[in-house]
């Protein structure tokens, strides 16, 4: 098994705790169901947020999914770059897999879509 990173982003409509915590939910959910990852295998998982969410911690939304009760978490903020995403969620999980880093799904939903076409 080797330890991935695996990405992922969503945009919120506004600045408010219960658009924060379920953007945070849904766009963590997501990443584990298509990356098959059991909390057991994830080492860390890594937020950070634009200077424009302020309303709730991405972090505490993610705690309150009872298989991550244990998973470390942390939050950071983004440097305030002119002209970036708005309103935008970021994660890394850190995670052990047997998937091969080709094989792994990074997430972007909403406007954060935008960030990685590559990936669609």
Known sequence: MAMRGIRG???VDENSKE??????QLLVTKILSLNELRAENIGAMIFS????ITAAFPSSAVRQLPALRLVPLFDTRE??????L???????????TDKAQNK??????GGAKNLRPDLD
Do not use: F, G, N, Q
Request: hydrophobic share 50%.
């Open 9 to 11: 982003a969503i945009t």
């Open 104 to 109: 792994i799904h990074h997430v972007y939903l």
């Open 86 to 96: 708005t309103l935008c969620i970021r994660v890394l999980i850190l995670a052990d």
């Open 19 to 24: 658009k924060i915590w379920s953007a945070a």
């Open 79 to 84: 440097p305030a770059i002119e002209k970036s």
């Open 49 to 52: 947020t634009t200077e424009d």
